[in-house]
Nanobody
Framework: VQLQASGGGLVQAGDSLRLSCAASERSLSSYHLGWFRQAPGKERESVAV????????VYTERVKGRFTISRDNAKNTVYLQMDSLKPEDTAVYYC???????????????WGQGTQVTVSS
């Protein structure tokens, strides 16, 4: 599965961004999908996970109430709507696909290339 993330950019605190991650060559419908991020000097962390049927959602505490993960299997795409962005959300954001419903990075076999999100104060 090849994943292509897009939608990052430079925004101000309080702004919104929507990240997209599209797959080519294979359907994502049977995969659980996740967004992860890695800030400078920090380890990569899970941001949000959505189950293959879209009913299971997991968010890290730091983004609950501000970020929303969703998927459109017809478009073979997963989204991350990010509202009320904070400077501490600055990171490279990665999408990933797994056959296991998990927030653990090690469960994800397929990864996108990452898209930079920078939030200025």
């Amino acid at each position: 599965v090849q994943l292509q993330a897009s939608g990052g950019g430079l925004v101000q605190a309080g702004d919104s961004l929507r990240l997209s991650c599209a797959a080519s060559e294979r359907s994502l419908s049977s995969y659980h999908l996740g967004w992860f991020r890695q800030a400078p000097g920090k380890e990569r962390e899970s941001v949000a996970v959505i189950s293959s049927n879209g009913r299971g959602l997991v968010y890290t505490e730091r983004v609950k109430g501000r970020f929303t993960i969703s998927r459109d299997n017809a478009k073979n795409t997963v989204y991350l709507q990010m509202d009320s962005l904070k400077p501490e959300d600055t990171a490279v954001y990665y999408c990933a696909a797994s056959s296991v419903y998990s927030s653990k990075e090690s469960a994800y076999r397929y990864w996108g290339q990452g898209t930079q999100v920078t939030v200025s104060s």
